[in-house]
């Protein structure tokens, strides 16, 4: 039922709309976002095979999101919004390091031939690194489906499920006046079911529903080239010493994005990831109030000027994650299915 063969690729054909119309109206920022999104097409454009793999899964992930960041950062150019852009620079940050890491075995490969222009790199050592390539990109589509698992267990946990579908607390308040008056004031009218048998049946169809997400996710775990990679989380796991990033697949020291940093000598780029992070997590003032002399006021939207930078920034940190999706594209969708 879940067999990722039985499964095929729909690649909705977006290349197909007036890009370049687009792009000769729009200026600025705008119009290199726009370009870069242009671009980022014609990669799926020559796609022929849709089959379905996990490195498949995993490349197709990775242009989706760096694509979705940049149709949020063309929404937050529209209203200059700083928030926006900023969470987005942090996904889109991350994303780029996990390509990185993704096609650091190439890296290497040409960092070495520069190094002396007298090595060789024979077809065989050639064919290996884009090998080690397709080997990172599983590990990815297996570190994705561990945590799309723990996500449906939570979801499934009966203390979510009891504090989800739990009738008691709405009736507490349907049955106060004031409480009812208060909650109609600050939320609104209490349009919630209270009926029991009612809950029941929705309840049961929540958790057949993400019970058969979670049962896909187990089986596309057993895949054979993720069954290395759920085993390694699973060891890791077992380690009380930190989370599990992508990046403590390949090197158990580097638990965090700082660390990653340090591991290829930018370190330095923290503090913008970090920004991001203090958004998300409600741990900033400064990123959200002006305080200029004795003043201070709620800062919503930047400047044109810093919002062009932002959007300039996202496009070109895009840009770099679907350069190393194409160097790697037909290594990936080209390649002969070996596993049975």
């Known amino acids: 039922m879940f067999n990722v063969k039985d499964f095929t690729f729909i690649i909705p054909p977006l290349w197909e709309k007036d890009w370049n119309g687009a792009i000769s109206k729009a200026k600025g920022a705008d119009r290199d976002l726009l370009i870069c999104q242009a671009q980022a097409l014609s990669m799926l454009k020559d796609i022929n095979n849709f089959k379905v793999t996990p490195e498949r899964i995993a490349w197709l992930s990775m242009w989706t999101k760096a694509f979705a960041a940049l ?130 049946e929705s309840r049961l169809k929540m958790e057949e529903f993400y019970r058969e997400k979670l049962k896909r996710t187990e089986v596309w775990l057993e895949y054979p080239s993720l069954v290395q990679w759920k085993k390694k989380i699973e060891e890791l796991r077992k380690k009380p010493d930190g989370p599990i990033t992508f990046f403590t697949l390949f090197d158990e020291s580097v638990k965090s994005v700082p660390k990653r940093l340090c591991s290829v000598d930018l370190r330095f780029a923290y503090a913008s990831y970090m920004e991001g992070s203090m958004l998300i997590h409600g741990s900033t003032i400064d990123q959200l109030m002006q305080i200029d002399e004795k003043k201070i006021f709620p800062s919503f939207i930047g400047s044109e000027e810093t919002s062009e930078s932002s959007a300039a920034q996202i496009s070109s940190t895009c840009n770099k994650i679907f350069v190393l999706l194409y160097i790697f594209r037909n290594s990936v969708w080209n390649l002969q299915d070996n596993e049975e």
């Open 71 to 200: 149709e949020g950062a063309k929404a937050a150019l529209g209203i200059n919004s700083q928030y926006i852009f900023k969470i987005i620079q942090r996904v889109s940050f991350e994303g780029c390091l996990h390509a990185e890491l993704i096609f650091e075995p190439l890296s290497n490969m040409y960092r070495m031939k520069q190094s002396n222009k007298k090595v060789i790199i024979s077809k065989w050592f050639e064919s290996g690194t884009y090998n080690q390539i397709i080997i990172r990109l599983q590990a990815y589509a297996a570190w994705c489906f561990w945590n799309d698992k723990l996500f449906y267990e939570e979801l499934l946990d009966s203390r979510t499920l009891h504090g989800i579908w739990d009738p008691e607390p709405a009736k507490q308040i349907l049955n106060d006046p004031d409480m009812l008056s208060v909650h109609k004031k600050i939320y609104g009218p209490l349009d919630i079911e209270t009926n029991k048998a009612e809950l029941k």
